[in-house]
């Protein structure tokens, strides 16, 4: 049991380029969830996905983010056109289904605009 | 609004002695959790505390949960230089369902002499 895995660990790109990142859930776990954290910051929740349906994407930037947990694969969060306000890590959980177990966390990806 | 609020923001002491940490919410929870993030690192589920317990006790860890006054506090005996890490409070609002995202607090920065 991998555990929740996230690709790449850090990620550099310049202002302008797309960002993605990959979040791999736990076996057993069909909820996903984002959060980003910025520097001595706790973690701002972003979006909660189950396989195919976004379940709530209220902390989503209004542009340029978008996030999906396709049928087959990994989930994906995607970040268009980044800034260097977006530089920040990036960490998904996941839990399973029932409710109530707390996450298990991936280690996440660190990103930076330059 | 930040809806975990913990306090100490920084606690410092001698491995062996033990650690309290306290965290104050707004808002009516589902649960409450508590993680543990090393420097650089993911985030570790430590303990999750439902609305309806008082107590609970994870090795050495013990969790109490104050519903009346939205508080509840992390005690860590015996603390050791391992411990030595930040510690995040989150919460899962009422009625958004036990799965739903998590509130995070800024968190504790433990430090643990050896």
């Known amino acids: 049991n991998a555990g929740v895995m996230q690709n790449p660990r850090h990620l550099v790109r310049r202002r302008g380029q797309e960002a993605r990142l990959r979040c791999s859930p736990m076996k057993g776990h069909s909820h996903v969830y984002w959060y980003r954290q910025l520097p001595e910051e706790g973690l701002k929740f972003m979006v909660y996905?189950?396989?195919?349906?976004?379940?709530?994407e209220s902390g989503m930037p209004k542009e340029r983010f978008s996030a999906e947990f396709p049928k087959e694969g990994p989930s994906i969060l995607r970040i268009q056109q980044v800034v260097r306000g977006d530089s920040a890590a990036y960490f998904c959980?996941?839990?399973?289904?029932?409710?109530?177990?707390?996450?298990?966390f991936g280690s996440g990806t660190r990103l930076t605009v330059v | 609004s930040q809806q975990g609020e913990e306090d100490p923001q920084a606690l410092s002491i001698q491995e062996g002695e033990n650690a309290t940490m306290n965290c104050s919410y707004k808002t009516s929870i589902n649960n409450l959790q508590w993680y543990r993030q090393n420097s650089g690192r993911g985030l570790v589920h430590l303990i999750l505390?439902?609305?309806?317990?008082r107590e609970k006790h994870s090795g050495r860890l013990r969790v109490t949960l104050d519903t009346s006054k939205k508080s509840s506090s992390l005690l860590i005996t015996a603390s050791r230089a391992a411990d030595t890490a930040s510690y995040f409070c989150?919460?899962?609002?009422?009625?958004?369902?036990?799965?739903?995202?998590?509130?995070f607090g800024k968190g504790i920065t433990l430090s643990v002499r050896p």
């Open positions: 505390i439902r609305s309806n317990e």
């Open positions: 996905l189950q396989k195919e349906n976004i379940i709530d």
């Open positions: 989150a919460t899962a609002a009422l009625g958004t369902g036990a799965n739903s995202k998590l509130t």
């Open positions: 959980a996941s839990s399973p289904s029932g409710g109530g177990h707390g996450y298990t």
